[in-house]
C-alpha cells in the first residue's frame, strides 16, 4: 500500500538516486582504467566519467590521497543533499547508513589516541560521513563508562554502547569488543528499523543486512583464531538478525578453525559457494573479496525493485566499493605494482 | 556537404587547424574512437593546458574575491604558435607562485591579527567578569569562613570539599565557535562532573576566518577549576571542541598591561597587512588586464590540440591526416585557410584537401546569420532536419511572428513589442559589447528580430482586430447606426422603443435596421466594443475561426513540405504510408471544416431572406452552427432537415408565425446546409478513422516485412552456394 504514496515524498530522491547509481563506473571505464600509467592519465580518464572534473582544481601532482579526498568529498555532498531533501520516515533512514560511519570514526580515535597519536591527524583520517560534533573531545576519555557518560550519551549512539560499559580498560582486545558490540546492536536496531518499515524496503534491506550480519559473524570467528578472546564471549559479538542465526552461530561459537567455519557455512547455500570459490592462493580471491563481491551483487539487485529506500543503502554502499576500486587501482598505479591492478572488485 | 581527407604536414597541422578554427566551416571526425583520452598523440599538450587553465581558474577566483573588474577587449586573438606556450606557462607560473606566497603571508597574518583580536576580546570580557565576580566572591569567602552551607556556584563546592578557608582556584580563558558552546559547556559539565564552572560571554563583532576569509560568531568563555587534572582534561576537551586558549594574568594590573600590549601590535599588524594587501591588489590588477585574453588563447591552444588528436598519423609518420565534413560551396574558402596555414608555418609542402565519396549520411549544416539564427534555433529545437531535408526555418520566419500575432492581436501591446524589439535591433552592436550574461536577457537578446517581427504582426493583426488596449478607432465610421431615438423625451422614446419591439425584449441592433448594407472597409467594425452582451461572442468566434483557418493552412503546408522531402529521396513507401493517409486524414476533418468556415462567412449574411444551396436561410440569427455540426458529425447523428429552435425541430416548410412552424428569434440554427450532409460527413469520418492505423503501423509493417524477405533470400542464397 505505502507504494502508492511513495512518489509524494520520495519520488524525486529516488530519481536523483538512480541517476547517481547510471553514474558509476562501468568496465569499459575500468578496462580503461587500469590500463593508466600514471596518475594524471587516470586524473584524465576520470574526467571523462560522471566524476567530471572534481580534480581540475588539485594544483600540482596528484597523489592518492588527495584523490581520495576529493572522492570522499563529492560522496558527502550527493549525501548531504539527499539528506537535506528527505522527509520521515526515509531522513531516518539515511541517518541509520552514517551511525555504521560514525561507529568506525570512534573506533579509529579511540585506537589512535591509545598510540598516543594526535588528535588532528586522526580526524583527518575520519570518514566524513560519520562524523558528529562530540568526536573530536573522544581522546579525554579513559575508560568505557567514561566515554559513555562524557561524550557518547548525546549521539544516537548511545542506546547501542550500554552492553560495553562494563568493560575495564580502553586496551586493543577491549576496543575491538567495542567496536563489534556496537555493530551487533547498530545491525540488529537498523534490521528492526527496516522491519518495521516493512513492503519492499524490508524485503529488499533484510536480506542485505542478515549477509552483513553473517559476514561479521563469520570474520569474527575467523580473526578471533589464536587470540585471547574466551568461545562466549566471540558468541555474544555475533549479530543475531542473520540467516546463520540460530543453528549457524551456535555452529560458528564452536569452531575451532577454518575449517570448521567452512564446515557450517556448507550448509547455507549462498555462502557455500563463496567459501568455494575462495582461497589464498595466487590467482584465487579472497574470502574477504568474494564477500565483497557478494555485497555488491545484492546492492545492483536492490534495483530491481521500486519504491523502496534500500536502493540508498545500496547506492551508498556501491560507491563505496567504487571508491575503494579507485583507490586501489591509484594506489597500483604509485606504487608500480600492477601485477595485482586487476583485484578490484567490478560493478556490474 | 561531402567528406574531405585531409593530409596536414606534421609542422604545418597546427597552424592550418588554428586557420580552419577560425573559419568555423569544417567538422572533424574522431578517426581513433577506440583509443583512450590518455593514450592520444598529443595528451601532454593538452595536459598542459589544462594546467594553464587551473592557474587561470585560480587567478580568475583571486581577482574575483578583491573584486576587481576584469578587463575584456573583446578582441579575439589569434590562436598562438605552440613555442609561445612555454611563455605563457612561464608568466602563468611565476604569477600563480607571487600570488601564492603573497597569499601564504597575508593567512599568515591575518592568523596573527585574528588571534590578537580574540585575544584583545577575552582580555576585555574578562576583566568584566572578575570585577563583577570581585565583590560577590568576597561575600562568597566570607560566607564559607563563616560555614554557611550554600550551593550558589561551583567554586563554593569546590571551597567546602577542600575544606580550605580561602581555595586556590585556577582558571584557564579562550575563545570557541558560538554555535559550539553549548555542546561544548555540556561536555565539560559531564566530563568533569560538575566541578568547573563556565562563565561565557558571545563576541557582538563577527571575526572573519583567516583561512576562507567567511565570517565565523564566536565566543569568549573562562573556566574555572582547581587542581591539576582537570586542568589537562579541560584543556584536552578545549582542543576537542577547536576552542583556542590564550594566557590571561591573573592580576587586574598586568591584564592592563598585556592589553596595552595587545593594541600595539594590533595595530603594528595592521599596517603590514595593509601593505601585504596592497602588494596583493596591484599584482591582481595587473593580472586582470590580461587574464580573459589569456583564456581564450589557452582554449584555443587546448581545442586545437583536441582537433589534432582525432587525427591519424600515416605511414610514413611525415603527416597527419584528417577527416572532415566541409560544404562543398565553400570548398574554396577552406583550400585558401589551408594555405595560409602551411605558409604561415612556414611548411613547403602544401596541405592537401582530398573529396571522398561515402555511403554514410552527411551532418546537417544550415547556414544562418544574425537574423535567422534565432528562427533556426527554435526549429533545431525541436529537431534538426537530416541532411538534405527541407529547412523549415525560413518559412517559420513569417508564420511564427503571424501565429503569435493573431494570438496576441492587440495594436497597443504590439507597438510597445514592436519599440522594444526595435531597439534590441538597433542597438544590436552596443548591447553584443556589452556582453551581458544574465540568461533571460540573453534570451530576448538572441530572439530580437523575431521580437520585432511579432511586434509587427501583432500591429497588423490588432489593426485587423481593431483592438488597441482593449478600445476600437472608428476611422472609417461604423456602417451601424442608432436606431433608437436619442435624445427624446421619456415618453416619445419609449413609445419609439415600443414601435422597433421593445427595448427588454431585445436590446440590440437589428441588422435589417441599423445596418447601413456596406460593411467597414477595413478589419473590425468598432461598433462591436458597444456590444456589451455579445462582443465577446462575437469577437472570439471570429478569432478563432481566422486561427483555425492559418493553423490548419500551416499544417497542411507542413504536410506538404514533408511530401517534397520524400520525392526528393525518392521515398515511395513514405508518400504512400505517411503523406497520402496524413493529408487524407486531415482534409476528412479539418479541411471540411475550414471549407465550412469560408462557406459560411461568403454565403449568409446579415439580412437573410433567401436560399442557400436549396435551403431557406431566413435571417441572420439562423445561420448553421459549426460546432454544433462538428459534434453531430462526430456522434453521425441523423439530422431532419430543417431549423432547430431552442431544443426543438421546426420544419422549413411551415412559413414562421403559423404553429408548427418556427419563430427564429432567439438561438436557432439551420440542421444541414447542403443535401445529403449526412451521408457525405459519415463517409468523411469513416475514411478518416482507416487513416489511423494506417498512419501508425502501414511503415513499420513494411519495413519488417522487407527485413524479413531479404533474411530469408539471404539464407536461400547461402543454400544454393
Known sequence: MGEFFFNIDHGYLEGLIRGFKSGLLTTTDYANLVQCETLEDLKLHVQSTDYGNFLANEPGNITVQVIDERLKEKLVTEF????????????????????????????????????????????????????????????????????????????????????????????????????????????????????????????????????????????????????????????????????????????????????????????????????????????????????????????????????????????????????????????????????????????? | ???????????????????????????????????????????????????????????????????????????????????????????????????????????????????LTELKHILRKTQQFFEENEGERQALDSLAMEDAPSHHDGTKLIAEREGQPKPHLKFVAGVIQRERLPAFERLLWRACRGNVFLRQSEITEPLTDASTGAPVNKAVFIIFFQGDQLKTRVKKICEGFRATLYPCPDTPQERREMSIGVMTRIEDLKTVLGQTQDHRHRVLVAAAKNVRMWMTKVRKIKAIYHVLNFFNLDVTQKCLIAECWCPVTELDRIQLALKRGSEESGSTVPSILNRMDTSEAPPTYNKSNKFTQGFQNIVDSYGIAAYREINPAPYTMITFPFLFAIMFGDLGHGTIMLLAGLFLVLQEKRLEAARIKDEIFQMFFTGRYMIFLMGCFSVYTGFIYNDAFSKSFNLFGSSWGNIFPFPLDE???????????????????????????????????????????????????????????????????????????????????????????????????????????????????????????????????????????????????????????????????????????????????????????????????????????????????????????????????????
Request: aromatic share 12%; proline share 5%; net charge negative.
Open chain 2, 1 to 115: 556537404m561531402c567528406l574531405t581527407q585531409l593530409f596536414l604536414q606534421n609542422e604545418a597541422a597546427y597552424a592550418c587547424v588554428a586557420e580552419l578554427g577560425e573559419l568555423g566551416l569544417v567538422q572533424f571526425r574522431d578517426l581513433n574512437p577506440d583509443v583512450s583520452a590518455f593514450q592520444r598523440k598529443y595528451v601532454k599538450e593538452v595536459r598542459r593546458c589544462d594546467e594553464m587553465e587551473r592557474k587561470l581558474r585560480f587567478l580568475e577566483k583571486e581577482i574575483k574575491k578583491d573584486s576587481i573588474p576584469m578587463l575584456d577587449t573583446y578582441e579575439n586573438p589569434e590562436a598562438p604558435q605552440p613555442r609561445e606556450m612555454f611563455d605563457l606557462e612561464a608568466t602563468f607560473e611565476k604569477l600563480e607562485n607571487e600570488l601564492r606566497e603573497v597569499n601564504q603571508n597575508e593567512e599568515m597574518l591575518k592568523k596573527n591579527f585574528a588571534e
Open chain 1, 80 to 348: 548531504t543533499h539527499l539528506r537535506n531533501n528527505s522527509l520521515e520516515p526515509l531522513s531516518t533512514f539515511l541517518d541509520y547508513i552514517t551511525y555504521s560511519y560514525m561507529i568506525d570514526n570512534i573506533i579509529l580515535l579511540i585506537t589512535g589516541t591509545l598510540h598516543q597519536r594526535p588528535i588532528n591527524e586522526l580526524i583527518s583520517k575520519c570518514h566524513p560521513l560519520g562524523s558528529f560534533e562530540q568526536m573530536e573531545a573522544i581522546h579525554i576519555a579513559n575508560t568505557p563508562a567514561e566515554l559513555y557518560n562524557a561524550v557518547l550519551v548525546d549521539t544516537p549512539l548511545a542506546p547501542y554502547f550500554v552492553d560495553c560499559i562494563n568493560e575495564q580498560d580502553l586496551d586493543e582486545m577491549n576496543v575491538e569488543i567495542i567496536r563489534n558490540t556496537l555493530y551487533k546492536a547498530y545491525i540488529e536496531d537498523f534490521y528492526k528499523f527496516c522491519e518495521k518499515l516493512g513492503g519492499k524496503t524490508a524485503e529488499v534491506m533484510c536480506e542485505i543486512l542478515a549477509f552483513e550480519a553473517d559476514r561479521r559473524a563469520i570474520i569474527i570467528t575467523i580473526n578471533s583464531f589464536d587470540t585471547e578472546l574466551a568461545k562466549d564471549d566471540r558468541q555474544k559479538l555475533y549479530p543475531t538478525c542473520g540467516k546463520l542465526y540460530p543453528e549457524g552461530l551456535n555452529g560458528l561459537a564452536r569452531a575451532d578453525d577454518y575449517d570448521q567455519v567452512k564446515q557450517v557455512c556448507e550448509y547455507y547455500a549462498e555462502y557455500k559457494a563463496l567459501f568455494e570459490g575462495s582461497g589464498v592462493n595466487p590467482g584465487e580471491k579472497t574470502l574477504e573479496d568474494k564477500f565483497f563481491e557478494y555485497e555488491v551483487k545484492l546492492n545492483v539487485q536492490a534495483y530491481l525493485h521500486q519504491f523502496h529506500f534500500g536502493v540508498f543503502y545500496a547506492f551508498i554502499k556501491l560507491k563505496e566499493q567504487e571508491m575503494r576500486n579507485i583507490i586501489w587501482i591509484a594506489e597500483c598505479i604509485a606504487q608500480r605494482h600492477r601485477s595485482k591492478i586487476e583485484n578490484y572488485i567490478p560493478i556490474v
Open chain 2, 491 to 721: 415618453k416619445a422614446r419609449e413609445q419609439a422603443i415600443t414601435n422597433l419591439g421593445g427595448l427588454e425584449a431585445s436590446p440590440m441592433l437589428i441588422p435589417e435596421k441599423a445596418y447601413s448594407g456596406e460593411p467597414y472597409p477595413i478589419g473590425v467594425d468598432p461598433i462591436w466594443v458597444l456590444a456589451e452582451a455579445n462582443k465577446l461572442n462575437f469577437l472570439n468566434s471570429m478569432k478563432m475561426k481566422a486561427a483555425i483557418l492559418v493553423g490548419i493552412a500551416q499544417m497542411t503546408f507542413g504536410i506538404i513540405l514533408g511530401y517534397h522531402n520524400f520525392k526528393y529521396f525518392n521515398s515511395k513507401l513514405d508518400i504512400l504510408y505517411t503523406f497520402i493517409p496524413q493529408i487524407i486524414f486531415l482534409s476528412c476533418i479539418f479541411i471540411y471544416l475550414c471549407l465550412q468556415v469560408i462557406m459560411k462567412w461568403i454565403a449568409y449574411d446579415a439580412a437573410g431572406g433567401y436560399s442557400v444551396l436549396g435551403y431557406f436561410y431566413p435571417s441572420s440569427n439562423c445561420a448553421p452552427s459549426l460546432l454544433i455540426g462538428l459534434i453531430n458529425m462526430f456522434m453521425m447523428k441523423s439530422r431532419d432537415d430543417g431549423f432547430v429552435d431552442g431544443n426543438k425541430y421546426c420544419n422549413t416548410s411551415i412559413p414562421p408565425g403559423k404553429p408548427g412552424g418556427c419563430n427564429m428569434v432567439g438561438l436557432c440554427h439551420l440542421n444541414n446546409w447542403y443535401p445529403g450532409q449526412s451521408f457525405f460527413e459519415t463517409i468523411f469520418l469513416l475514411t478518416a478513422i482507416a487513416c489511423v492505423p494506417v498512419m501508425l503501423f502501414a511503415k513499420p509493417y513494411i519495413l519488417w516485412k522487407e527485413e524479413k524477405q531479404r533474411q530469408l533470400s539471404g539464407h536461400t542464397q547461402l543454400v544454393q552456394v
